[in-house]
């Protein structure tokens, strides 16, 4: 989970923009929320959440396949900042990097609190079995999985 690295509970001491990369990173939780293919209405500007995942998310593990270039592979990919936690508000309100720019506390499933991944499927706060790879979906097809609008 977080590297030797990793200063036990940083989150009650620091701000998001204080952390370090692997004090940043152990937020993650794994949810994979954020990989989930959003769309947004140029007319309307309504988002449009849906049943697919980024290509490069491996669903079993809720971890990206090619973290250190998702950038360059995926120009869409979300670039998460301290900055933007607290303006990204389609992010799920349990996202730990969401909570703490908002001055909360991170939930008592989080994994740097239950010591365990597992803990995120538990708490039913993951993508897990409730999406599918936009790698398995032609591109006429998307608009079929379309969630919800926001």
Known sequence: MAGDSVKERFWETKSLSELDDD?????????AQCCRLR????????LATTTLVCGL???PTRRCTS???????VPDCVVLTPEKAATFDWLPETCAYRRLAHGQQLEPWHPLLSGTFDSVEQAGVSVADQVISAKDVHPDDIEHHILKWV
């Open 39 to 46: 769309f947004r209405d140029s007319e309307t500007d309504a």
């Open 67 to 73: 973290y250190p270039q998702r950038h360059e592979l």
């Open 57 to 59: 998310l491996d669903l």
């Open 23 to 31: 004090e940043w990173e152990a937020l993650c939780d794994g949810c």
